[in-house]
């Protein structure tokens, strides 16, 4: 390279959820030139090169724009939403007519008629969180009605503060070294997909679960894989698998629990110090309430599962430390929080909880860092979201019955929730058109209110369906620090290119917004950007002092681009449950009894069918087992995919050549596919009676049959736009999900629930979910 070239390039580091990474840019053409990892990462993710191709491509939104039918008339118009075109309109213009929604919003129908319970990952700084930066924004704009609860774990959120007394679900796990060192029996349940551990909210940096895994093959640990799908263990693990129906884990768990108390191999010392309600318990589980004994053959009718196969895996867990690891997807799914509360008390019932490398876990494998050791007590910097005076929170998973059903109660944990009507959403750093499930509905839904704003940095499909599109940047295109829940690392993200067109930071937006409004100050202090980062971090450093660490002043992070957090005790991080196992009188739960509940009272005062007063097992709604199967004889599976982060970066190569005939791809197995005269590339309809869309087929036998499995994230792409009940053309699994709530304990969203029937599409439609929305004149100002 001559030396003029190579002094028109810059190398820069920013870091994103799937990694901390370095970008060669062209300084004059702000071409991005090259991407690789950092030092410090031992297999940086395929992901780190997506942001940098589609960071100015031509699906980035240049200035902000306003839907036509709205422009004329605010609410009018509102069910053309999302099949309207768009009108280019100026900064001044756009904001003038935010201002003014808001306003007339507050005025007439009060802030609980505003929604801000915006939920996404958007991007990794902690600054620029854009659900973050909008909700400090609404706080003090008079309120929002917000959301409670996550996709991701809800239902164990829901539920696990009547079992431990706490709800950090994402703590309650066994990390590697004490697996590796003290586990010899590692259960599964879902598995621990390898590709779901590229990224972490707020940034994932070193990427070494593949290491941890061999370390745990090379101790002799054996795996066991329960689920519908083998490759949810890596093959290099060589697990055993169990294919499991899906959906029917609590029954297996039951089967298990029945084979260990009709052999005498329950720990009765530790049901009797350590849980509360064990005898209850097992008259359910041996049939005495219920004339229903949950032995192996019962569970296995239920599961799939051979009998024998059960009881002999119930011996091997009460013969040797064994960890039960429940993954995430077990509990989005009906009745998620039994198979929850049936893992811990499976778990006590071996009596190994508190012990290191037994007991149980929840999460392996769901993110990058849930089980890599990090010191704890690592604050994050971040920044306020401030006081919210509106209380109203509805659960994350019930947003299209707030919009479908204002004025109804809705039973959530024990209370009752009025529902309000919503005639402004504000959305920014989330798709809800990812995820939802359900869309169909959720289109209705979507139509109600008479405003709806987006900010996003593309055209994505929630700036398609909104009212007024603000144009955000990317994280390339600003300064921030990242930080996760689950790591030892601050990360230094600067800013990589200048920003795209008339696009704008978030945060920037909403203190346009906020001097309008007359509360400016109130909202960015008058910090620059650059001194909200130092402000943030000296705040986290400080509080990270008084814990005993000692990160750099700001100046020394930002130009040394990370720190890392060493670990304080040379030992691993603490036994989960350590401390309660040597003494629960002295480290008592904060449950009502202290102890953990295997009955709990609370529950039972709620008086729920389905949440029972101890872990039971319920039909779902839907599943192979049920009546609904005759007609949809497939459970669709959708987990997270592996070559975007939800629908972030599916317009980028690598999410575009993991296409099937430019669809996403759907897996079946070999003799479901024989059945329907379907061979690999063939474009199918996935249909049951919520809706239908396209998928490309992809023939496995890595999964069990009646079941087909398929990645979230496609780009929602409706053939007619806008209208509902219309073909979904280009593979959004959430077209057909069933949107119940788990159960009126924690209302969350059930994904996992859902039969289909799949058929050959002949001559199917082309793809238009990476083409503008149709834009009309300019706008006059
Ligand atoms: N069927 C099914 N559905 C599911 C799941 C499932 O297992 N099955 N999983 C669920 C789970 S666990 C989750 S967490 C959710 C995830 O759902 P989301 O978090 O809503 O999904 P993302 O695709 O990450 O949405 C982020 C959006 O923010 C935009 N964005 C990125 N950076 C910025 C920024 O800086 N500013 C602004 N304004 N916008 C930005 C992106 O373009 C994208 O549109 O999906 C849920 N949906
Ligand atoms: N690359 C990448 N990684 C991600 C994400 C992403 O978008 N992309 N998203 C992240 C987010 S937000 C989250 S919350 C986590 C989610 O982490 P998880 O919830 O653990 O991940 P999933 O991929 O949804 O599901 C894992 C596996 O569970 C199995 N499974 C589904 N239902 C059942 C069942 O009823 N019983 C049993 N035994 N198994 C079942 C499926 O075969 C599936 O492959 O992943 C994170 N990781
Ligand atoms: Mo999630």
Redesign the pocket.
Known sequence: MDARASERRKITQTASHWGAYKVETDLSTHEVLATRGVQFDPHPSPLQASLPEVVYDSLRIDQPYVREGYLRSRGASRAERGAQGFVPVSWDKALTLVCEALQETREQHGNEAIYGGS?????AGRL???PSVLKRFLALAGGYVDKVG???YGAAQGIMPYILGRADVNRLVVSWPEVVSHTRLLVLFGGAPLKNTQIDAGGAVKHENLDWYMKAAQAGIEVICISPQRSDVPAQVAPEWLPIRPNTDTALMLGLAHTLVSNGLHNQEFLARYCVGYPEFERYLLGQSDNTPKDATWASHITEVPAESIEQLARRMASTRTLINTS??VQ?ADHGEQPVWMSIALACLLGQVGMPGGGFSFGFGAINGIALPYPAGIPRPKISLGHNPVTIKVPVGRVTDLLLRPGEQLAYNGQSIQLPKIELIYS?????F????NLNRFLQAWKQPATII?????W????RFADIVLP????MERNDIGAAEHGKYWLAMHQVLPPYCQARN?FDIFSELAERLGFGFAYHQNRSEMQWLRYMYEEARQIAGERGFAPPPFAEFWSSGAYEFPLLDSAAQPTLLGDFRADPLIHPLHTSSGRIELVSEKIRSFDYDDCQPHPCWIEPAEWLGGEQAKRYPLHLL???PRN?????LDQASLSRNGEISGREPIYLNPLDARRRGLLDGDVVRVFNDRGAFLAGVQISGELRPGVVSMA??AWYDPEMAGSVGSLEKHGN??VV?LDKGTSRLAQC?V??TCLVEVEKYNQPPSVTAFAWPPILQSDPS
């Open positions: 939920y996404g990952w958007a991007s620029h969180h854009a996550n996709h991701s995430w997807s989005r920014a750093g989330g798709n809800p990812h995820h939802n499930t987006v900010h996003e940095p593309w994505t499909p929630p700036a955000s940047t990317t994280t978030d959708s987990n997270q975007r982060l939800h629908s972030q979230t994230g699994p959430n999900t969203s994904a996992q």
